[in-house]
């Protein structure tokens, strides 16, 4: 099983800061990385995937970047609404097996 | 509009099991998987399983892959997650997810909250 490990745990900020959000394979799963955020009593929400991709909707503030093992979530200028917590997720072979990380809280 | 809707809560004694529906509109629901994924109170998500919409293969989490089952019915547009001998670690929200073509989780449905307790 492939294991991600996020850092931060937890990171508290203010609006209007940019924060990098980081995330490390035990192994390398290529491109093959998504994030969301969460929020308490909804439903996930898919930010970026294949790395870089973002979502539909997805504000350009979210941005995403890596390959093989490591991999950064990025969000600039942020905004109130921003808090939550963030997964990264990685998917890998066929049929497909997917693992997320323990996740990051963000603190706005 | 692309939908998941989840059945309701529910409410289960140790060692009994639970079946979790999700009910698909809006999209061909063959072109597409579903994953199920849960969140225990106070811990992060975890992936469960995965199932094609085309030809009903099935992948498990390693975790699960004794006690879990994953079944659709494209009749119906429905997927199926029935988890056997449930303990009270197996309290939690359970989501279902459509996988898109690039293999993303685009759209969740609103979850299920399965509780265990004697």
């Known amino acids: 099983e492939i294991v991600m490990t996020q850092t931060p745990a937890t990171l508290s900020v203010s609006p209007g800061e940019t924060v990098t959000l980081s995330c490390r394979a035990s192994?390398?799963?290529?491109?093959?990385v998504a994030w969301f955020q969460h929020k308490p009593g909804q439903a996930p929400r898919l930010l970026i995937y294949h790395s870089s991709m973002r979502a539909s909707d997805i504000p350009e503030r979210f941005s995403g970047s890596g390959s093989g093992t490591e991999f950064t979530l990025t969000i600039s200028s942020l905004q109130s609404e921003d808090f939550g917590v963030y997964y990264c997720q990685q998917f890998n072979n066929w049929p497909p097996e997917y693992s997320f990380g323990q996740g990051t809280k963000l603190d706005i | 509009q692309v939908q998941l809707v989840q059945s309701g809560a529910a409410v289960r004694r140790p060692g009994t099991s639970v079946k979790v529906s999700c009910k698909s509109s809006g999209y061909t629901f063959t072109s597409h998987s579903v994953s199920w994924v849960r969140q225990a109170p106070g811990h992060g998500l975890e992936w469960m399983g995965w199932?094609?919409?085309?030809?009903?293969?099935?992948s498990y989490a390693q975790k699960f892959h004794d006690r879990v089952t994953i079944t659709s019915d494209a009749s119906t547009a429905t997927s199926y997650l029935e988890l056997r001998s449930l303990t009270p670690d197996d309290t939690a929200v359970y989501y279902c997810?459509?996988?898109?073509?690039?293999?993303?989780?685009?759209?969740w449905g609103q979850g299920s909250l399965v509780s265990v307790s004697s």
């Open positions: 997810a459509r996988v898109n073509l690039t293999m993303a989780f685009d759209f």
């Open positions: 192994q390398n799963v290529r491109s093959d």
């Open positions: 199932i094609s919409g085309y030809n009903g293969q099935v």
